[in-house]
T-cell receptor, first 113, second 112 residues
Framework: GAGVSQSPSNKVTEKGKDVELRCDPISGHTALYWYRQSLGQGLEFLIYFQGNSAPDKSGLPSDRFSAERTGGSVSTLTIQRTQQEDSAVYLC???????????FGSGTRLTVV | GNSVTQMEGPVTLSEEAFLTINCTYTATGYPSLFWYVQYPGEGLQLLLKATKADDKGSNKGFEATYRKETTSFHLEKGSVQVSDSAVYFCADSGGSNYKLTFGKGTLLTVNP
């Protein structure tokens, strides 16, 4: 959606490879979330960044998943040693604290073969 | 943790029929409530929201009222169109750090 750009839009990778997904939000939004949308699991929270605070990593499914946010703007989600069950659409969202709204990016569709 | 339960689909309606998709939440306090829509091949879009009890969110002919007493936020539309065919997700922001908790989604198909 407008305001959150994600890349790549599609990624096909071989099992065991590492992948890096990128989220580039418009400036000024300090609250950033990653979610995963997969068949059978619906939409699951992964990780949350807020300013300089320690991120909330409570939704990361395993230690193969990590994320960082540099300079309070761009965020990258890294999945190491990908497995077939990692296949999903990974969504990034920002929260607008002025109107309780959330804007989602178009997502990265990850396929692990 | 809290959860959001919405009517399981798929739901199939004829054009101009009345639509209701039920949604209930378990979060305590006063979370904001949302309906998101995902059209075929597209990303999540906010359809409507309500931020406090008794608020009514509305957009594109859809409505939902924040009912604190029944912890519900049912989505309604008086006359659906073929273009409303999509997956609809109910969500609340009652999680820690205002994270959204989503229902599993309801697939709506509207036939001409």
């Amino acid at each position: 959606g407008a305001g959150v750009s994600q890349s790549p839009s599609n990624k096909v990778t071989e099992k065991g490879k590492d992948v890096e997904l990128r989220c580039d939000p418009i400036s000024g939004h300090t609250a950033l979330y990653w979610y995963r949308q997969s068949l059978g699991q619906g939409l699951e929270f992964l990780i949350y960044f807020q300013g300089n605070s320690a991120p909330d990593k409570s939704g990361l499914p395993s230690d193969r998943f990590s994320a960082e946010r540099t300079g309070g703007s761009v965020s990258t989600l890294t999945i190491q040693r990908t497995q077939q069950e990692d296949s999903a659409v990974y969504l990034c969202a920002i929260r607008d604290t002025s109107n309780y709204g959330y804007t989602f990016g178009s997502g990265t569709r990850l396929t692990v073969v | 943790g809290n959860s959001v339960t919405q009517m399981e689909g798929p739901v199939t309606l004829s054009e101009e029929a009345f639509l209701t998709i039920n949604c209930t939440y378990t979060a305590t306090g006063y979370p904001s409530l949302f309906w998101y829509v995902q059209y075929p091949g597209e990303g999540l879009q906010l359809l409507l929201k309500a931020t406090k009890a008794d608020d009514k969110g509305s957009n594109k002919g859809f409505e939902a009222t924040y009912r604190k007493e029944t912890t519900s936020f049912h989505l309604e539309k008086g006359s659906v169109q073929v273009s409303d065919s999509a997956v609809y997700f109910c969500a609340d922001s009652g999680g820690s750090n205002y994270k959204l908790t989503f229902g599993k989604g309801t697939l709506l198909t509207v036939n001409p």
